[in-house]
């Protein structure tokens, strides 16, 4: 139902952009979201957004970095990265969840894609 990609290899300072493609016919019903799990730590929601697009929410770890855009058309969800830090190294992996629920328990999950920041 997701697919991510965007992953890979870069610089502390530099810039990666992810995204994540839906199949689901009700894109719209879904508030959608980007996770990450570095080795040894908690899985951390790094951002999420409405389903219209308009209302954003980021970890303060990545605040002022990091911008999670939508494209309802499209059925896809971006995670810009830039001034990517060592401390940013995890996999990465787009979620789904209906309106109205917990992002305890999400609907969808991406199968992840990896994210390594060399400084």
């Known amino acids: 139902q997701l697919q991510a990609s965007g992953g890979g290899l870069v610089q502390a300072g530099g810039s990666l952009r992810l995204s994540c493609a839906a199949s689901?016919?009700?894109?719209?019903?879904?508030?959608m979201a980007w996770f990450r799990r570095a080795p040894g730590k908690e899985r951390e929601r790094v951002a999420s957004?409405?389903?219209?697009?308009?209302?954003?929410y980021y970890a303060d770890s990545v605040k002022g970095r990091f911008t999670i855009s939508r494209d309802n058309a499209e059925k896809m969800v971006s995670l810009q990265m830039n001034s990517l830090k060592p401390e940013d190294t995890a996999v990465y992996f787009c979620?789904?969840?209906?309106?109205?629920?917990?992002?305890?328990?999400?609907?969808?999950w991406g199968q992840g894609t990896q994210v390594t920041v060399s400084s």
């Open positions: 979620a789904a969840v209906l309106i109205g629920k917990s992002w305890t328990s999400p609907d969808y």
């Open positions: 689901t016919r009700t894109f719209r019903s879904y508030i």
């Open positions: 957004i409405n389903w219209s697009g308009t209302i954003p």
